[in-house]
């Protein structure tokens, strides 16, 4: 916590209690095919059966855990950094850095809202002439099919036609409203978007009201068009959000391209594939249990969580709508417009603006060896190696952490996430009397599981929430501006079953490993960003798979996070030996464009 900030609800700094970390393994079995249909529709019917599953999923031993009793019911992570007396906030400024454009013969260069507002500018591309270039590639209900449909759910040429055509008047008196202005942006299907459905991955019911196109864009999407930033689209996502891999075997699975046997990942699948194959440069994805980091690292670009509400007050306690993009700047850019204050809004509204550290500030990574260890042994080497960088090379220190019951807390937040994710389909059900009978057979599964969760298991779990964050907010007592590191994920990509498009699948213990280091942050609150920092070699198909790296910082720190991403994308550019690798598949919208 900074020395002058002012927060509300930050937590006591005390430590907790030292525990051996002894991973056991899960034993949540694979359901594919008829045997995922049979025990969906079986757990579904019968509350014996989900509990006993919910208790083989270890979601109900929290209530065990010695002295638990102590800690006060934490069930929002709210911890606001306030706003200064006096002070009327706005934006942050975009500051001249975000301009520059990345060198010209760069290895494995992605286009930046900084190419497009130069190419605007100097009249060499317009507006209108790229999105022109992008509809054919991601709009539905052509024959054949687009290339890239898959990552989208919904476009609306109209209004896209309508922006870039405004756009680009605006650059032609020389009038723009920001680098972004005129930039193609994607957002995930469960935002809402005014004139668009919010799918959140479900098989439309053009009946249901829950299927009825938004009357009004939400905060963060409205401050990116209010910068003339052009959503082109919904993009695709994992059916309600609920599992990390990216499949959808009702709307079609996005591709990742970097090596098309592995899933994108989830739930912001969509725009991992978009923004991996090079259609756009930022996109705005949720992350409940790591949707924008899990997909980020997947598909070699940026993503940051943002503190809890920072952008958006959410129906959620675990839940951020955050950006992700192709490049650190982007990412940067992204941010600092999503997260302008909204005077509607009380939560969100009272948020001091994230303040950049010194030049001067002391830089230590934590890291939970026992922890970090789990990772796949690629992993493990493509990440220290990125470390090395930060200590030798930027001057950061590396010190041993520890966290209390961190296999007990993504337990904890397996079962809250699950009980969140069941009222949201209770509550928008057209028959409540049988809320799941209109979901996929992996989602009835697991929302019968968050049905059984009780009152008592949501109050042990806010229990443990409340335990962990006071330990956060001693380390970060101890180690001011400490960034805790760990892969993003364990393994550097989630393989593809022959089949699973049919039905989808359940595999509990491949998602738990998934989410095991970026459940922490949304169990918390606290901000997080995923980096690439390098690839390794696949087991099946074709292609390098990238590798993530994440920080996590204190509540408010989002403009940490963002410059050590910037550090980071300077290891990969320059010293991962090899740099940045762009997919055999990627587009070049500006060439498409110009072309046309």
């Not at 090596?259 to 739930?267: A, F, I, Q, T, V």
Request: proline share 8%; net charge neutral.
């Amino acid at each position: 916590m900074g020395s002058t900030q002012r927060f509300s609800g930050y937590p006591l700094a005390r430590e907790g209690p030292k525990t051996p970390y002894t991973p056991n393994a899960d034993k949540n079995p694979p359901l594919r095919g008829w045997p995922l249909i049979v025990a969906a529709k079986l757990v579904a019917n019968s509350s014996f059966l989900a509990k006993a599953t919910w208790s083989n999923a270890k979601l109900g031993g929290i209530k065990d855990i010695p002295g638990l009793e102590e800690y006060d019911w934490r069930l929002q992570p709210i911890v606001t950094p306030l706003i200064p007396d006096g002070v009327v906030q706005s934006q942050a400024e975009i500051t001249p850095e975000l301009y520059e454009r990345q060198p010209d013969d760069l290895a494995g260069r992605f286009y930046s809202a900084a190419d497009y507002y130069e190419l605007f500018s100097a009249r060499k591309l317009t507006p209108l002439q790229v999105v022109k270039a992008l509809l054919p590639l991601i709009s539905r209900g052509q024959t054949p099919p687009a290339k890239h449909e898959l990552a989208w759910a919904s476009t609306r040429e109209d209004l896209v036609l309508a922006a870039a055509k405004e756009s680009t008047e605006r650059y032609a008196s020389g009038k723009p409203l920001s680098i972004l202005d005129g930039v193609p942006v994607g957002v995930k299907d469960d935002i809402n978007v005014e004139g668009y459905v919010s799918h959140m991955g479900l098989p439309t019911d053009p009946s249901d009201p829950f299927f009825k196109p938004a009357t009004k864009t939400i905060w963060p999407i409205e401050r990116l068009q209010a910068a003339g930033a052009i959503v082109v689209g919904k993009l695709a996502m994992h059916e309600l959000g609920s599992d990390v891999s990216g499949c959808n075997p009702r709307w079609g699975t996005p591709i990742n391209f970097n090596n098309k046997s592995y899933y994108p990942g989830g739930s912001s699948s969509g725009a991992g594939s978009a923004l991996g194959v090079g259609l756009i440069p930022i996109a705005v994805g949720t992350d409940a249990g790591g949707s924008i980091r899990n997909p980020s690292s997947y598909a070699g670009i940026y993503g940051l969580k943002p503190t809890l509400h920072r952008t958006y007050t959410m129906k959620s306690s675990v839940c951020s709508i955050g950006p992700m993009a192709a490049t650190a700047n982007d990412l940067a850019i992204a941010y600092r417009i999503m997260s302008a204050p909204n005077s509607r809004d009380p939560i969100q509204g009272a948020f001091a603006l994230s303040i950049p550290p010194s030049p001067t500030a002391k830089k230590t990574i934590g890291i939970y060896r026992d922890w970090f260890d789990q990772a796949a042994p690629d992993v493990l080497e493509t990440t220290r190696k990125a470390i090395s960088y930060f200590t030798d090379k930027l001057g950061y220190e590396v010190v041993d952490i520890t966290i209390p019951y961190i296999l007990e807390g993504q337990y904890a937040h397996n079962g809250w996430t699950l009980a969140e994710a069941y009222e949201r389909v209770r509550a928008s059900a057209p028959d409540r009397s049988n809320p799941l009978k209109n979901l996929n057979y992996c989602n009835q599964l697991l929302m019968a599981m968050g049905a059984v969760t009780t009152g008592a298991d949501m109050i042990n779990y806010a229990q443990l929430r409340a335990l962990i964050m006071e330990h956060l907010a001693f380390l970060w007592k101890k180690y001011p501006g400490l960034l805790i590191l760990t892969p993003t994920v364990p393994d550097a990509g989630w393989k593809i079953h022959p089949g699973d498009q049919a039905y989808g699948f359940s595999d509990g213990n491949l998602t738990v490993r998934s989410m095991m280091y970026v459940w922490l942050a949304n169990a918390t609150g606290c901000p997080a960003v995923s980096v690439p920092v390098g690839y390794v070699e696949p087991e099946q198909g074709e292609g390098r798979l990238p590798v993530g790296l994440m920080a996590m910082g204190d509540w408010g720190a989002e403009e940490q996070l963002l410059v050590w991403a910037k550090e980071a994308e300077s290891y990969l550019n320059d010293a991962s030996g090899g740099g940045r690798v762009r997919t055999k598949d990627w587009d070049d919208i500006v060439e498409i464009a110009k072309g046309n």
